[in-house]
């Protein structure tokens, strides 16, 4: 797993590159966020751990410019404890997580091991992927190999639910609540109708991915 450490704090950013090569992460050390913004934008990492107030380019830049070139790569943004703007300003801007300076060592490879955990691949903006099954966002539809079928809006959404948690059980619960709403009173069963929808469409485009019932809890995709 290959990381990216931007910090100037020289010996905080040597600190922490020494932490992650013992725990077996690949490393790369920048110290200001010019370099920053041209290591990242090379999308080669699994990781980025970012300092927000850095010399030539702040950490939040660095982030929307990331994001606005469609570098999804995960960001745990640090930040001192002053910096609550920045952090929810970050947080806003596509980081996917924070650690507060000073940091404890297990927190902070408890956050990384988080941060890179794998999930549905993002190929890019509009794909995600699971072992082959891709979910394409601009034309609403799933693909296999060469077949590909479209999706309903509701189809779409439960999809991109599960494609974003594989081998992960969604109890039914939180289904809704993502696509209907708290306040919705959709019936348990209006979800079975679309999981079924979907395991029809899965099967029309050969994907092997199955998506399992948990009995009495909810669904996971094999
Ligand atoms: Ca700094």
Redesign the pocket.
Known sequence: MKLLVV???VQLADALSEILKRNMYSVDTVYDGIDGLDNALTGVYDGIIL?I??PGMSGIEILKNMRAEKINTPVLLLTARSEVEDKINGLDCGADDYLTKPFVTGELLARVRALTRRKGEIIDENRVEFNGLELHKNTCSISYGGNDVKLSLKEFQIMELLIANPKQILPKERIIEKIWGYESDVEYNNIEVYISFLRKKIKVIKSPAQIKTARGIGYSLE
Do not use: Q, T
């Open positions: 910090e100037d704090e300092d107030m850095l």
